[in-house]
């Protein structure tokens, strides 16, 4: 059979499931706008996959609106980049319903952030939740992406994609998907809760002061770093000093993956230095980059007309990729079109 030479085209997105956090920003939007330009980009809110956990119906909308907002306000221009939710373009729960039927239940065992998620809770959960990695293959495969940027904690998922578009093209004899590439990259794969260095920070982390907002104020983003647990060693000489301290090595990563250095590079500028002099660096940086950024969405959250205008807009751009490839996944499958 011969390769098919597929596109370069970026796809990702992020879910509408409370605030966006300093992770959210690092790990993913601020590297999907550094990527807009390079190839083809497709970026969504991924409201499906918010509702695999219970979502109040008022604020979903909202926080659909906000994680938009976000990506507009740290620069990701809709004139160049899809920009869209997810619910409005169908043809992610078609293919998802296909690719549940082609994922085996074995593969989905495996998958830690399930068992993360859903804790000793399993059998309460939905089984959305369960069989979020075979949409988020769908919300990939769809655009028949090559390169899909995400946190070190979505990794598992993009190999569970790639086995799905391998087996599909395998057990129809095609090679219709691609096998998409994880882009994970940078001091910022992934950042961890201020308060256990050893888990990492979410949207839906327990407490508030675990994470830095991307609307937090100045105040808060002091208060949160000042009090962000570390231990009472001064940074140290080289990097390889900050094996086994995990949080001190978090808050190198983020103060590296803010001001666009290497982790070493911040070690040879603080080495030696105590909390009190890094954590307040720390703080003033943080502020300086994401003041902007949150003064932007704020003004963005005012007119949620023009929110809305742009995701309508997008979910066309979208749909007019996506349609076509699922109406030829239907024909290879053997679904009937009258
Ligand atoms: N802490 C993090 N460090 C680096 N990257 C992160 N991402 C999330 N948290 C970190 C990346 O952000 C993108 C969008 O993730 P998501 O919101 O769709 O899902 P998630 O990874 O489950 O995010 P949260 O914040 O942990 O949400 P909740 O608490 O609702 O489950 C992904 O690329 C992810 O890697």
Redesign the pocket.
């Known amino acids: 059979m011969t390769q098919t030479t597929f596109t370069p085209r970026v796809f990702?997105?992020?879910?509408p499931?409370?605030g966006l956090?300093l992770?959210?920003y690092?790990?993913?939007i601020k590297r999907f706008v550094g990527m807009q330009g390079e190839m083809e980009t497709v970026y969504c809110v991924?409201d499906m996959?918010a509702i695999t956990?219970w979502q109040d119906p008022k604020e979903l909308a909202n926080a659909t609106r906000e994680v938009a907002a976000g990506y507009l306000a740290a620069g990701l221009d809709p004139t160049q980049s899809i920009l869209f939710n997810q619910s409005q373009v169908s043809a992610h729960a078609e293919l998802g319903w296909i690719f549940n039927c082609v994922a085996r239940v074995g593969w989905m065992n495996r998958m830690t952030?399930f068992k993360d998620?859903a804790g000793s809770n399993a059998e309460k959960v939905s089984l959305g939740l369960y069989a979020y990695p075979s949409l988020m293959a769908a919300d990939i495969l769809l655009y028949h992406a090559t390169h899909v940027?995400?946190?070190?904690?979505?990794k598992q998922h993009v190999e569970l994609t790639r086995d799905i578009a391998h087996k599909f093209n395998h057990d129809f004899k095609v090679d219709f998907f691609p096998e998409t590439t994880p882009v994970i990259d940078g001091p910022?794969?992934?950042?961890?809760n201020l308060r256990d260095g050893t888990k990492?920070?979410?949207?839906?982390?327990e407490s508030d002061m675990e994470r830095i907002n991307m609307t937090d104020d100045a105040d808060k983003i002091a208060k949160k770093f000042k009090k962000a647990k570390t231990d009472p060693t001064p940074l140290p000489e080289t990097y390889e000093g900050l094996n086994d301290r995990p949080e001190a090595r978090n808050l190198v990563e983020i103060y590296a993956a803010l001001s666009d250095m290497t982790p070493q590079a911040v070690i040879a500028d603080y080495a030696g230095a105590g909390w009190g002099q890094f954590k307040p660096a720390l703080a003033d940086l943080a502020v300086a980059k994401l003041a902007p950024i949150s003064s932007e969405m704020a003004r963005l959250m005012d007119d949620p007309a023009e929110i809305d205008r742009i995701l309508a807009t997008g979910a066309e751009k979208a749909r007019a990729i996506a349609e076509p490839i699922l109406k030829q996944t239907y024909d290879i499958v053997g679904f009937l079109r009258s």
Request: hydrophobic share 30%.
């Open positions: 990702s997105g992020i879910k499931s409370g956090t992770g959210n690092l790990g993913a991924v996959h956990v952030q998620k940027p995400v946190g070190e904690d979505q910022a794969t992934r950042i961890m990492k920070m979410s949207k839906s982390g």
